[in-house]
């Protein structure tokens, strides 16, 4: 059922395609996050070592594997590759009566190796959100890896998101430590019960790839999005072995397995998994991964 102003709005475009009455197709992103990306020096790519701040759970590392070395104040590519389709240029979000938005934008959909730029790679990341909610189920969103190269330039229903809610909000574990929180089927903790795939919308324009999530059904209002426990928003790529892990942070040990990903979070909506609310952000591994 849907409530107030979202319930108007489809009563009077009750004769239009579903969707077409209540996606913004210019949604107003009230929070923007620039994020810290990385450049071309020589036949190599770096960012300033403070922008991967892993003790706080932003993840600068859109580069292969643990191919990479800090040097002089900076991250630096060693024999790796810097892959655009993980870094992210900027994050926006916000929501009006009926969906809550979501943007990624990233450097590009190549990659650089050596000085050498493969191009039309493809968007082989995915994309992901969470969104810890105030007395309510904390959600987490994502795109699968390749999923938004076959996105249209305009909104639409698309089987390639995945949500998850947390049904008994232990995100995160006790003491912060989410390690112990697994996927459906394996334990049923965390992000514990998926959701409806119909109530996701998403499109594509260039580097930019947004999602729609349509609140009513939810259970949901904008207002739930006034005040958020923890916001983070990260692309992602892992590897087959990872593809059991859910979540991963820095109390996490991914037994030698490399982490690539990039992470941006609101400031002020972050605080440390060892303060008092033992909150939890991370970077997002669904199944599915594709490889490199």
Do not use: W
């Given at each position: 059922?849907?409530?107030?102003?979202?319930?108007?709005?489809?009563?009077?475009?009750?004769?239009?395609?579903?969707?077409a009455a209540t996606v913004n197709v210019n949604p107003t992103y009230a929070h923007v996050v620039a994020d810290a990306q990385w450049t071309a020096f020589g036949s190599e790519y770096r960012v300033p070592s403070?922008?991967?701040?892993?003790?706080?759970?932003?993840l600068e590392l859109p580069v292969e594997g643990d191919k990479w070395a800090e040097s002089g104040g900076f991250l630096v590519t060693t024999s790796g590759k810097y892959f655009e389709f993980l870094d992210l240029v900027e994050t926006k979000w916000g929501a009006d009566d009926c969906y809550l938005y979501i943007s990624w934008e990233v450097a590009g959909d190549g990659f650089w190796l050596?000085?050498?730029?493969?191009?039309?790679?493809?968007?082989?990341?995915?994309?992901n959100a969470y969104f810890g909610i105030q007395g309510k189920e904390d959600i987490a969103v994502s795109m699968n890896s390749g999923g938004a190269d076959i996105l249209g330039t305009t909104f639409s229903v698309f089987n390639g998101v995945l949500g998850y809610r947390d049904t008994n909000n232990d995100v995160p574990g006790p003491g912060g430590d989410v390690s112990n929180l697994s996927i459906i089927g394996q334990g049923g903790d965390g992000f514990d019960t998926?959701?409806?795939?119909?109530?996701?919308?998403?499109?594509?324009?260039?580097?930019?790839?947004?999602?729609?999530?349509?609140?009513?059904?939810?259970?949901?209002?904008s207002a739930d999005f006034q005040?958020?426990?923890?916001?983070?928003?990260?692309?992602?790529?892992?590897?087959?072995?990872?593809?059991?892990?859910?979540?991963?942070?820095?109390?996490?040990?991914?037994?030698?397995?490399?982490?690539?990903?990039?992470?941006?979070?609101?400031?002020?909506?972050?605080?440390?998994?060892?303060?008092?609310?033992?909150?939890?952000?991370?970077a997002f591994a669904l199944l599915g991964r594709r490889k490199r």
């Open positions: 059922m849907r409530f107030g102003a979202c319930a108007i709005a489809l009563t009077f475009f009750a004769l239009l395609p579903a969707g403070s922008a991967n701040k892993f003790t706080n759970e932003n050596n000085g050498g730029y493969t191009p039309n790679e493809g968007y082989l990341a995915d994309f998926e959701i409806p795939a119909a109530v996701f919308e998403a499109r594509r324009n260039g580097n930019v790839i947004e999602i729609a999530m349509e609140l009513d059904s939810m259970g949901l209002t005040l958020l426990d923890y916001v983070r928003i990260a692309t992602a790529q892992s590897n087959a072995a990872e593809e059991a892990v859910l979540f991963v942070n820095d109390h996490f040990n991914l037994n030698g397995d490399s982490l690539m990903v990039d992470t941006s979070a609101l400031p002020g909506h972050i605080p440390e998994p060892s303060q008092s609310l033992l909150l939890f952000l991370s």
